[in-house]
């Protein structure tokens, strides 16, 4: 599973231990957890638009939800979780005790060693934390994975986005694995992405709470560098503008609203790398407009796709047509 998400060999060695004294405070505290709240369901909450229209979706319908989030080293995300937290505790009256927010960060072991600071593995990290909220929980429970069906199938647009150079974090074959885990050693957990088969624009469209989210949206992080514009002057974190988390939020509000009034810093691809990258997105959406390959086969590149090819290979074009709206704006 984690070869396949992150293109390292791995190997893992167990050992058995006994609980030191802050792990045994904390059995005791999840106990008393257990006898106070039992959740209908758990919620990955990024900060992130998707996982904010997974929020209003769930919360529309069932408000005992438990919501897990986690940040880094960076300032960029944390603001942005915050404030969305915020924004749903005061529209859903919910209690600060349902959210969690977990801090990672790489640590160096010493000097001799090199700091393994790579995030390709970041996605079973942050499922980690859920799923062991989860573990506390006496009964079935759903663990919701709120992302837009193109991004999860991460057919990459170019052959330099091929391998570990792109992430996998929420796949259907990664998340079939991880599933098959969870329940070879016990825990009652279903992992669920609401929105498998759904455009990120189809997400705005049909979200259950439009108006607040459209109030909202601009207050949501896509970016995957939204702390860079602190090199350029900038006090607060915002979107580039021209990665592609970028692009696919771009073309989906557009699609749903046909104005984005985000922040971006480089909406245009003026600065220094933006016009690699427009030329680089431009080729992708070039070579799936004339590519005589078959969609079914497409949806493959990133990893094998087995059952419900059809609804695949729809999101995937619709996916694809919502970022060539967008781009063939630019000349690049």
């Not at 209003?56 to 944390?78: A, M, Q, R, T």
């Not at 985000?262 to 427009?278: H, I, T, V």
């Not at 005589?292 to 729809?314: E, F, H, M, R, T």
Request: glycine share 8%; with cysteine.
């Amino acid at each position: 599973m984690l070869s396949f998400l992150s293109g390292d060999l791995w190997t893992f060695e167990f050992r058995k231990r006994e609980l030191n004294l802050k792990e045994e405070r904390a059995i005791k505290g999840i106990n008393r957890k257990k006898k106070k709240h039992q959740p209908k369901a758990i919620c990955m909450l990024s900060g992130g638009l998707d996982s904010f229209i997974g929020a209003i979706d769930i919360l529309s319908k069932e408000k005992d939800i438990w919501f897990v989030g986690h940040y880094g080293g960076g300032k960029g995300v944390i603001q942005y979780q915050k404030n969305v937290i915020e924004k749903l505790i005061s529209q859903y009256k919910l209690s600060s005790e349902q959210f969690y927010n977990f801090y990672a960060s790489p640590v160096k072991p010493n000097k001799s060693v090199q700091m393994e600071d790579t995030t390709r593995t970041r996605s079973f990290m942050f499922f980690a934390h859920a799923i062991i909220l989860g573990s506390a929980v006496n009964e079935d429970i759903t663990l919701y994975i709120p992302e837009n069906g193109l991004i999860s199938l991460n057919i990459p647009l170019t052959n330099t986005r091929l391998g570990s150079s792109s992430t996998r974090t929420t796949h259907p074959y990664y998340m079939d694995l991880l599933q098959q885990l969870i329940l070879n050693i016990g825990l009652k957990i279903k992992l669920y992405n609401p929105f498998q088969f759904k455009t990120k624009g189809e997400m705005i469209v049909d979200c259950n709470d439009p108006g607040f989210l459209k109030a909202n949206i601009s207050q949501t992080m896509s970016c995957s560098h939204p702390d860079l514009g602190r090199y350029e002057g900038d006090a607060r974190p915002s979107h580039g503008g021209n990665c592609l988390p970028c692009i696919i939020r771009r073309a989906a509000i557009e699609f749903a609203y046909e104005t984005d009034n985000s922040n971006y810093r480089d909406k245009n691809f003026q600065k220094k790398g933006a016009s690699d990258n427009l030329r680089s997105f431009k080729l992708g959406i070039n070579d799936y407009t004339n590519n005589k390959i078959d969609s079914a086969l497409s949806i493959q590149i990133s990893g094998p796709i087995v059952d419900n090819i059809d609804n695949y290979c729809g999101v995937y074009k619709r996916g694809m047509n919502e970022m060539k709206s967008l781009l063939d704006k630019y000349n690049g």
